[in-house]
């Protein structure tokens, strides 16, 4: 396997994320070429500049174009603000790069179909960055539920919260607004539960929903009295059918006090049930009907090698991987599918579904009516 | 004060539990006279007479109707099979007589409505076994948010758990049934988590909602071969919009493998959340945005005197009340009702709410509507 | 078995859970005859004339010689200050009564010493208040480790704390002093902890140790400007070797804020391991080296049913018991003790064990000397 | 600053989490020139030359004297087994070079001395790997304490525990040799709890202690039934006196079933507690005594941008550091120092009292006296 060349485009949370899991890859796995970072994309010039100084890139560019175009350039890992995601991804698919995308998509789900159909017909390799399905926690939990440690599963309940809109006080932005940001707490943490959700229990059928804005204006800036609407949703709940039949209940929000990353779930299973948080993404708890009554009780797995590829960070158990570990799982996961010629996971079709269900969710609250997925 | 002489239906679960809770009453609270046990009623009659020895009972019956006209019962405890509530509790009134009943009312709405129009023309007071309300740390929840400690509420989450029809080869009872039971999970469990929910946001105004029956049969007895329906529901969720338009999300499962007494519920305000877990029952958690951000976090606040009654049990913090001791608050409550001559807390007319909004959420099911509760 | 008489000494913390753990063993077990509250005492008399009232006692009196000599009285139950213990011990004993006395036995142990052997030559029973021992987690744990669930025991860590000393600004009272309080941190919480340490690993041969005055003198009285010296131990620690070879560390404090009934332990064993902590009373702990070691970790066992004697509370499992209701067990032992003829545990020949250690600690601290207790 | 040469000798646990930190610690924090990685040291020379190319090492070699000897090196990080710390660091530091070496410094005390001794004399800096001490959380608790929001240190309590030797039936290998592995527990766990001790309560002064070899000894090989001794400790725990008068309760063990990662501590002060455990390694503690008592209790901070340097890693809270960025902290100190030319933390300096604390354990055991540090 020949080493693939790394245009990064944007330099904020996520794009320094990309930039350490692609640049430390290698060394934790071994089994790829290590990446070459080519070149890194922001604006003005000279914030590009000093970004591919700091994270190791041979290059820098303000024009995006010019980063696709580069023949240099295999992967295009495109961690803008979403709403230039689906212009990026789709000038990249066409240019027969490899996209890898942070999640959502795009604003719409139209927009978010488009861009599946372009990589169905393409020749590159696309993965979205849903990256907390990458936890050998949730691996471990799939694993289980695979062979049937708790039996059938017959529900689900997910959490997903942050405070970063909490408070009341805070000022206006772009992230109130449907044409910016699209949907509001859906988009930004909602669909991270669905891409649990569907993974442990499959895809989703139907669903009814409500949402609310806890705070329906913001002030503009300090002191000028100006308040402007909060156009997308703070609040999101809805009552899931998954495929299979499985009765869900999933809700989210982006005003949870005291919430920094909880993405919490249950599945309960005919024969046991298994619990998650990952504000403790190290721990996995599972109850079995199993032994005698007297000694059954929730089991805390603290995450070791024997919950791979754990063992690619640190050899000892319960020594603790972090959040930007999960992003080196997702690299590798991309530079495999692409080594082996394969589809990656999630790719645009996998995590087209995702933000399938949170547009239904968003549909079915603001019609007041059952949404079917398909 | 005069003391209040006791008849007690039902010697199970919760007619120990009165038992209990009419016997130490005084000597925890010192403020009530100590109530007199007159009658137990059980069938047949030598095991009404054992545990009138055991409970501390004057005398003992295998007639509730004679327990009822005792003149020396001045408070008829029922705590008998859900089917039989209704027949009692109206007897009881009809003859004057301060009504505790246990949870849920009755088996339908219409029968909790008919019970519930009698008491306000009665002159006996009556109380509903919500006794999870009457934790001192849920006492301490509602007076943190009546005085803005987490400002104004703006989401409510809540689950109720246990797992005695979660194993697939449990036989067949009559629990299965609408005719005896009356709604399943949402009568056993969900009605208490819709108490909480009440008592901390508010009355709820409607709600749609899915139900689901994990376990379509059961078998009969061993080795019969024989299977019956279950009729009600093992798992029930809704989604809920208070009267104030607090949107909320609850759901409840009898067969959830691990839970044993999982009342767990998230308010989430405009300046702190509050959470709770009845497992953990002495323990509030409480997250307030105040002071600088890296030293804000969930605080947890054991159970102490600090948080009345607790110090009635126990004058030292952190030392643990239990199951039992809910009770003994609820009798308190109803005692000192009755001596004031006000209603108690919660009366029928506070627990017909809590069972309209179960019969709602299975209507809502059933009918795949939204149902208003008015 | 006919029924037994009760005689209560003192009305307070601890006086009141016996009282209500006489009134409500009978109905709690239903195996023991319900006890007769006959006498209670304690000054002045009207306080005692109350007391009687509120716990439902026949008669009441202020000489506590005049309770032991009431001919109706069978159980002596001593609750008051430790510096009266050995007295009304000893008295009782002299009578012929049973004694039922709260820990610590006396302020010495030559006291102790003294007290169990008068309890030898008597034919009442004797049992001491470490009720923590009478929880039916701690009654699992002990099971666990005698069919060797955890291996062979290598290792015991305890720690128990509170923290009613730790203010800086509180006043000087008698318990400052070792005339009246004897020891310090060690004879309140100490000597539980070392109770649990016994049941689990076994007795105590030697040890060595440390302790600690946080506050060396504490102001007489608001404004006084006096200050009076603190005579006993804030903190102690000590490193045990049990007779069977057992290496064990425990550590006690009552100046730990945030620690309000805090008696933590773990057992180390070839096999596993047990860790439990008394805020949560109702959970046990659980590490097996069994089975694949990707499913290993900790078990958490909720109390229940399955947990004798929890059933008789509530026959459903995780609802929790409460402070007071292992004083109903620890009743209920020292009642079917006196019924059975044998002796009730732990009597003053088991306490007179934890005492010897608590003591040993405290001269081994003062004369930095490794101390056995034989 | 010039960019800085890297030599690597070990490619284990710590030579990869060297390897991974040196990669990214540019990218991570910016403000140091990214790290030269040029020669990888192991033995066979293929196995060094197999992973200098999945580090990403210019070369590689079999010969750390030869690495050692490189121009272009200009720090030598040591991560080989311990025996051979003393001749790698001495003979780096003799060059000129500066050392990052893993703990512990060296097999026996005087060894360490002699390193320090020459440290002290060289130009170049050291630093050792206790990368626990770098944690953010860790450095918020030092912060809290030295800002007074505990009050006055009183107390402190630790523990740190691993299971790797819990298996009885585990094979016999060099680290059971005291001369080849030192000492046991304390050499590998111990020592990172007393960095921890002596950065949050200050240098120890003397202490008594106990240890213990849990397995007296181990088969050699599988079917052989030959089985060699244990030389150094399974088990061990000492009771501390620090130079500032503060007592303290240790203990560790390697043979602690459950126990992955385990490093726990309280500190108790006169206005409050914090407390801490490693496999929660993103959460601190801490009990204020301040406001309403009602409203007391353990907060738990989550760490985020709050605590520095967490936002280097990642902008938003609660989203986790793992294990292999607090070697990347550690990394950021050494550079930081060699750039400010100022001494890096701990340094050899601050190890070699560690150090002294362990083997001061093990002394005081071993002749079961009181042993002073100076």
Redesign the interface.
């Known amino acids: 396997m020949k080493s693939l060349g790394i245009g990064l485009i944007g330099t904020?949370?996520m794009g320094?994320?990309h930039?350490?899991a692609y640049?430390?890859v290698?060394?934790?796995f071994?089994d790829v070429p290590?990446p070459r970072l080519e070149v890194l994309c922001d604006v003005p010039a000279d914030k590009a500049a000093g970004f591919a100084d700091?994270?190791?890139f041979a290059r820098s560019t303000s024009d995006w174009r010019e980063l696709i175009a580069d023949p240099k350039v295999d992967i295009v890992c495109i961690t803008t603000p979403n709403k230039v995601h689906k212009d990026m991804a789709l000038a990249a698919l066409a240019a027969g790069k490899h996209v890898h995308l942070e999640k959502p998509m795009a604003l719409t789900l139209e927009d978010a179909r488009t861009m599946r159909s372009l990589a169905d017909k393409s020749l590159g390799k696309t993965i979205v960055g849903y990256n907390y399905l990458h936890n050998p926690a949730i691996a471990?939990a799939r694993g289980?539920i695979a062979e049937g440690?708790?039996?059938r599963i017959?529900?689900f309940?997910g959490?997903v919260d942050?405070d970063?809109q909490?408070?009341?006080d805070l000022t206006w932005t772009w992230r109130a607004t449907r044409a910016d940001a699209g949907l509001g707490t859906l988009g930004d943490l909602g669909c991270h539960l669905v891409s649990l959700a569907a993974a442990l229990v499959g895809p989703v059928e139907s669903l009814?929903?409500?949402?609310?804005t806890?705070?329906a204006t913001r002030p503009v800036g300090e002191g000028s009295g100006e308040h402007r609407p909060v156009e997308n949703e703070?609040?999101a709940?809805?009552?899931l059918?998954f495929e299979n039949g499985v009765?869900g209940?999933i809700?989210t929000?982006r005003?949870?006090?005291?919430?920094?990353?909880?993405i919490a779930f249950?599945v309960?299973?005919?024969?046991?049930?298994i619990t998650f948080d990952?504000?403790?993404?190290?721990e996995l708890r599972?109850?079995?009907?199993r032994g005698?009554?007297?000694?059954?009780?929730?089991?805390?797995?603290?995450s070791?090698p024997?919950?791979p590829p754990y063992g690619h960070?640190?050899?000892?158990?319960?020594?603790?991987?972090?959040?930007?570990?999960l992003k080196v799982i997702e690299v590798h996961e991309f530079l495999r599918a692409i080594c082996e010629d394969r589809p990656a996971v999630p790719s645009f079709r996998e995590a087209l579904h995702f933000e399938a269900v949170i547009h239904a969710i968003a549909e079915a609250a603001a019609e007041?009516k059952?949404v079917f997925l398909k």
């Open positions: 904020g949370f320094k994320c930039a350490l640049g430390s290698k060394a934790v071994g290590a700091q994270f190791g471990h289980l440690a708790i039996g017959v529900h309940r959490m942050e970063y909490a408070d009341p009814v929903a409500e949402t609310r806890v705070h703070d609040i709940s809805a009552l059918t009765h209940v809700s929000s005003s949870a006090w005291g919430r920094k990353s909880y249950e309960h299973g005919t024969e046991g049930m990952q504000e403790r993404m190290n599972l109850y079995q009907n005698p009554m007297a000694e059954q009780g929730f089991k805390t797995l603290l070791g024997e919950h960070f640190v050899p000892a158990p319960g020594h603790q991987l972090g959040f930007n570990d007041e059952r």
